[in-house]
């Protein structure tokens, strides 16, 4: 049975936007499945929009499903948020899940600057598929986990997809410390909340490169130099 709220349109899942309806067009065929259509828009929104953590907007506006398509970059969050909001124009029921992690994909950099290695709300996405909920986590790009020594996240459809416990060298990576449940919306208000006492403010980091970083830490890595700070 449908929930009406799991297939509506919300000021961040505005899906009528026509840059989502291009998207979707773009990325989906005619006659595919359920399972096959989620499939492609995970894939589409994981790569097509590059992650940047650097460039955090915590507003309604910086976290809209278009606003990712316009910018052509996200995070965690905003991503989850796109790719619920294309699945929802499909027909296909969604919402927000969220947790804290320890070792996210992350720079020496980043961390010294929020203070900590531990990322509060971080997103991904939950689809019905047939009479189940699968996890999707389309947060990271391709081209970022090739630099970074991480396998990119893979979706199928069947088995949930959620951030990888390794690296490719075997060494510890990504924790989940606490699940902080599912959301038919965005839960704005507690993230703002939370960010504002853990986190510092983000608009200082706008001016830096987070691919450089990345490749610059990889390359201390090969060399064995520490990255940590």
Same mark, same amino acid.
């Given at each position: ?18 840059? %989502?309806?291009?998207? %979707? ?23 097509? %929009? ?5 460039? %955090? ?173």
């Amino acid at each position: 049975m449908h929930n009406t709220e799991l297939l509506a349109a919300t000021s961040s899942m505005d899906f009528h936007h026509p840059l %989502i309806g291009k998207f %979707i067009e773009r990325h989906t065929f005619p006659g595919a499945s359920e399972r096959e259509t989620a499939v492609a828009l995970y894939y589409a929104v994981r790569d097509d %929009i590059r992650y940047d953590p650097y460039r %955090i907007d915590l507003s309604i506006q910086g976290l809209r499903a278009s606003t990712s398509l316009q910018l052509g970059y996200g995070w965690c969050v905003s991503k989850a948020v796109l790719l619920a909001a294309c699945c929802r124009a499909k027909g296909l029921q969604a919402r927000l899940g969220f947790a804290d992690v320890k070792n996210h994909l992350s720079t020496p950099r980043l961390r010294d600057y929020m203070r900590t290695d531990v990322f509060l709300w971080h997103g991904y996405t939950e689809i019905l598929l047939g009479d189940q909920w699968v996890k999707a986590t389309p947060a990271f790009n391709k081209e970022l986990c090739k630099k970074a020594n991480v396998s990119p996240l893979e979706f199928n459809g069947v088995q949930d997809s959620t951030l990888q416990p390794f690296d490719l060298e075997g060494n510890k990576y990504m924790e989940y410390l606490n699940e902080r449940g599912h959301y038919n919306d965005l839960p704005l208000g507690y993230i703002q909340d939370t960010f504002k006492k853990h986190h510092r403010q983000f608009r200082e980091m706008v001016n830096w490169d987070f691919d450089a970083d990345i490749s610059m830490n990889a390359h201390k890595k090969l060399r064995g130099v520490t990255t940590e700070t």
